[in-house]
Antibody, heavy 119, light 109 residues
Framework: EVQLVESGGGLVQPGGSLRLSCAAS????????MNWVRQAPGKGLEWLSY????????NYADSVKGRFTISRDNAKNSLYLQMNSLRAEDTAVYYC????????????WGQGILVTVSS | HSALTQPASVSGSPGQSITISCTGT?????????VSWYQQHPGKAPKLMIY???NRPSGVSNRFSGSKSGNTASLTISGLQAEDEADYYC?????????FGTGTKVTVL
């Protein structure tokens, strides 16, 4: 069974940093592109970033480009999101999501982790 | 890319069929057919219901079906059931980014 478990969320002050982790199990992690998606309270889904299985292909949404950095450690079956210069509008539930083997579809999601940016 | 446009809410009685639209531009959908639909119950993670416009993952009821015409994709739920009450999001992969729809709240009357 595919499992994705996010951790590292919490309360952070504006301008601060936070690193989210996503622990993957139940599939061959090093063969899948992985993504981060977020959802602000009461709002819709917003795709943030993806990283290919080899880490060679990376892309970001304009809203986080230059502030957030995606990374992965295939030896640890883990995906990360380093978030810097956090703003109040970054307050959201953050999900990691697996790309389908053929691409273009987010076929499995973690349960999400809440990040609150507030003073 | 702006969010794909969905109706804010759609409702129907048990047993009825409803259709949710998802409208974008040609650049939103790209040259691929990577349109997906996700169901999200309150406080839960999104769940994949339809991928590549018309395909259902294993375990998803055949009451859910997808289609696309031009720059509008659609999700139809037939034989509406109480458990279908949830938020639904469309998504498109453009070849470089994912774009989500604005979301539709489905209410079962």
């Amino acid at each position: 069974e595919v499992q994705l478990v996010e951790s590292g969320g919490g309360l952070v002050q504006p301008g601060g940093s936070l690193r989210l982790s996503c622990a993957a199990s139940g599939f061959t992690f090093n063969t899948y592109t992985m993504n981060w998606v977020r959802q602000a309270p009461g709002k819709g889904l917003e795709w943030l970033s993806y990283m290919s299985s080899s880490s060679r292909v990376i892309n970001y949404a304009d809203s986080v480009k230059g502030r957030f950095t995606i990374s992965r450690d295939n030896a640890k079956n883990s995906l990360y999101l380093q978030m810097n210069s956090l703003r109040a509008e970054d307050t959201a539930v953050y999900y990691c999501a697996r790309d389908s083997p053929w691409g273009g579809t987010l076929d499995s999601w973690g349960q999400g982790i809440l990040v609150t940016v507030s003073s | 890319h702006s969010a794909l446009t969905q109706p804010a809410s759609v409702s129907g009685s048990p047993g009825q069929s409803i259709t949710i639209s998802c409208t974008g531009t040609s650049s939103d959908f790209g040259t691929f057919n990577y349109v997906s639909w996700y169901q999200q119950h309150p406080g839960k993670a999104p769940k994949l219901m339809i991928y590549e416009v018309t395909n259902r993952p294993s375990g998803v009821s055949n009451r859910f079906s997808g289609s696309k015409s031009g720059n509008t994709a659609s999700l139809t739920i037939s034989g509406l059931q109480a458990e279908d009450e949830a938020d639904y999001y469309c998504s498109s992969y453009t070849g470089s980014i994912y774009v989500f729809g604005t979301g539709t709240k489905v209410t079962v009357l």
